[in-house]
């Protein structure tokens, strides 16, 4: 079965870190860029950061850089996004997808099902 299952979400506080993970089963995701969003509540989903196969950077939105660090561990098919100095507005339900790249949604197909980050004290 084709499919991309997150894990690592919880609840911190301000200034506090979290690792989020992105296993892919049933294909090999080394060939395709592996992106995360997120969406708050009464907010569109936003791109975070995407690991590019074409030219192997990462690229992030402006809010989180500095911040976040996006990687992938090739032999174990899973995506990571390590969130340090995390803020409130940083809570939102956070997806991995897999796709042709960039930080739109319309160029991923395959998601997962998001898992919930909350940030407050």
């Known amino acids: 079965q084709v499919q991309l299952v997150e894990s690592g979400g919880g609840s911190v506080q301000p200034g506090g870190s979290l690792r989020l993970s992105c296993v892919a089963s049933g294909f090999t995701q080394d060939y395709y860029t592996i992106a995360w969003f997120r969406q708050a509540p009464g907010k569109e989903r936003e791109g975070v950061s995407c690991l590019s196969t074409v030219d192997g950077k990462t690229y992030y939105t402006d809010s989180v850089k500095g911040r976040f660090t996006a990687f992938r561990e090739n032999s174990k098919n899973t995506g990571y996004l390590q969130m340090n100095r995390l803020k409130t507005e940083d809570t939102a339900v956070y997806y991995c997808?897999?796709?042709?790249?960039?930080?739109?949604?319309?160029?991923?197909?395959?998601w997962g099902q998001g898992t919930q980050v909350t940030v407050s004290s």
């Open positions: 997808a897999a796709g042709s790249g960039g930080l739109t949604i319309w160029n991923y197909r395959l």
